[in-house]
């Protein structure tokens, strides 16, 4: 590396300031990478590795790969998928006139949190980065998506809560990058939270990018609205805005004017659910397989536009806690709900409506191209067509959500006046200039495609003004354009024109007027698409004056589309509103699973009541068999309540929701077995965060807890959770508390508020029916052993595992120790040695074994017998 070139030396100077991003460095029609960057790239990317300086030794040569310049966004977002930062390189000067080196520089780096090309982000999802910040008094909590402009931010004091309240919000916006100051980094397993549950990426931004000094003018000059609601004294929400804001200041390098309004809220504000709760109520993607079909969002999204598909996901993740505010969102789906000319007219008019909020995103960060304009023209072209529709509407909401849009006359004009319909993808070659729009342009294009024709006439014209008759204006490399002249008429020649070479039977000339015709015609090309790249530039200025019109225009959008669609949802599926209020009445008539019912096929979904308050019916516990329905019923009960404090509809006949502050889940093991008992631990830590979070309004969803440990420790948790949640004085809240521990039901009667629920199956010969219907009182039986039979467990175990159930049953002990002459088919327990068997089955007690359970021993107790 002795003599290195300069340009290699400008690549070092600009790796070494981005040491952890992958280098893009821009040669001609490529992005090169080099060194290590160059290894990781063509394995990441299959690009095949080469190297630029082949006469050196193998040791000494530079290994290299490239992409091209034009195909570079796939690979880029193949980068960013993998994790990985990629640092944008240019040449910020003219190669074709720049002496010695081109001038480079790095534009932008792009992450994670921070794409902006509309081939790395998903339409319906907003993309967050976030930046955190903590000290030993608060931490404060900061979110934007680059691409909309949005930014939220909050903060929390430190103590007991602070944390659990982080998360929470974390894995409600879900971003995928993260800047944490050095304190937060090192919070006790909050990186491991983002990695490991958000699959978010982490960077420790230390503590500079967090000052408050330096965070407070940064927040004062970049936020137009929105920061007069930070309370007085609420440094750390200010400080993680501020770090927020150095960060993509550090990594865009351009105009970010369009992040303007900082949205401040409280954790009192919205229902806080954690991502626990999240993820097994299903919100927004199946516990499987992450997918949105088979969530809530699925039978919810009905929506049109992109902005109003992220704004559904925003509502479904946020429900709200005022009535009043739900009863708003509530008045205006009525209206479309009724309405069903105006909803459906919404919706074919919402349906082109284009992504006005992350269009004009790209314009103002200046990544926008004529194609966007255009789209941005069109789509605010639907907005008078909507005012229009919302006329008839009565509901405050959709009213001031009409007076919110607005379509920019004078602006959508403009565009539509100055570009075509369908512009090229580049903005830096022209022919996106509709014809009308300007004359020089108009007459560039003109020289352009009529060079000969305005050569035919200079040569006519030329020939009446001359007389000369034997002459032609011709072309030839050498000397561009010229007249020739026959040897017969040169008499005639103007004195002006320029000889330049003579042949056989004629004169060459060059005259002034062609001259300039030449250069017209040959610098056409340059001129028109500068000229249109100018005019480009400044129709992007007129749009970037009105970005917070169209900011708040597509915000509203957004929310009649959301509205709309809940209005759709409702008619399609038969919902209804509910009645929302701060009572503490949880009261359902004929609810349905909003999911289940959707994917049922062939047999119909049997709808079940519901009715809890704070006293009598304060705790229900569920009883009934395998695949009753017990976790459909309380998962529907918990979703009722989230779709009534968004302000949806719900699936029933009627509905009382009171104000719900927060719902936990717990679901039990046994809806994982694979996890299976490693994940008892895991349970314990959640039941012990929900009981130490939950207040009186909030409800509970335990399914099947102390499933993952042995019987006797299983059920007594089971029960102590029970009677704690129960307790007025302890916690005292609403709780859905399946259990497959009979035993429990003695409850009712025992502490006051919890009753016996079950849902009922019914044996017909050997056959188990289920009914589906929740009625009071325990369950007499669990059926495992038929329910096992249903899903294909051999006719042998289940043979025997009945054999066994009704000696268990019979003896109230285990009798299994008597040796027994071996029957037909059936293994002998002595013929085998099974002396382990035998151990185990001493130890176990029939009154506390489930079915599920006796069948999990009987497969354990096969297989001792086969090791042995
Ligand atoms: N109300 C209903 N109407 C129709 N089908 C239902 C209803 N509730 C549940 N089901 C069907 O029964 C299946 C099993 O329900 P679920 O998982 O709730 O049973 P479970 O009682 O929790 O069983 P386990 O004790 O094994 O956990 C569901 O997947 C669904 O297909
Ligand atoms: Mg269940």
Redesign the pocket.
Known sequence: MAEMTPMMKQYLEMKDRNPDSILFFRLGDFYEMFFDDAKLASRELDLTLTTRDRSKPPEERTPMCGVPYHSCDSYIARLIAKGYKVAICEQTEDPTTAKGLVDRDIVRVITPGTVMSASMLEEGKNNFLCAVYADSAAIGLCLCDLSTGEVFGTSFPTGEEARSHLENELGRFHPTEAVLSDGAYHLDGLTDFLRDKLDCMCENGGEGRFRYDAALPLVQKQFRAGLESIPEGDRAAVQAAGGLLTYLYETQKTDLSHIAAFSYYTTGQFMELDLTARQTLELTGTMRSKEKKGSLLWVLDRTKTAMGGRLLRGWIERPLLSPVQIGRRQQAVSDLYEDIITREELAMTLKEVTDLERLIGRVVYGSAGGRDLVALANGLGKLPRIRELLEGCSSALLQSLRGELDDLPEVRELLQRALVDEPPFSVREGKFIREGYSPEVDRLWNVINHGAELVADLETRTKEQTGIKNMKVRYNKVFGYYIEVAKSQTGLVPQDWVRKQTTVNAERYISQELKELEHTILSAQDQVTALEYQLFCELKDTVCAHVAQVQSSAAAVAQVDVLTSFAAVAAANGYCMPLVDNSSVLQITEGR?PV?EKV?KG??????DTHMDSGDDLCAIIT??????????MRQVALIVLMAQMGSFVPAQSAHIGIVDRVFTRIGA??DLSAGASTFMVEMTEVAQLLKNATKKSLLIL??IGRGTSTYDGMAIARAVLEYCADQKRLGCKTLF?T?YHELTVLEGEIPGVKNYN?AAKKRGNDLI?L?KIVRGGADQSYGIE?AKLAGVPDRVIKRARAILEELEAGGGVQAAAPRPAEEGQVSLMDLGGQTVLQKLRMTDVNILSPIEALNLLAELKQDLQES
Request: hydrophobic share 35%; net charge negative.
């Open positions: 699973h289940v049922l047999t119909p979904f049997v709808p079940n009934g068999p395998n695949m009753a329905g017990k976790s459909t019923y046994s809806d399914d099947e399946a497959h849902i289920f589906r329910v």
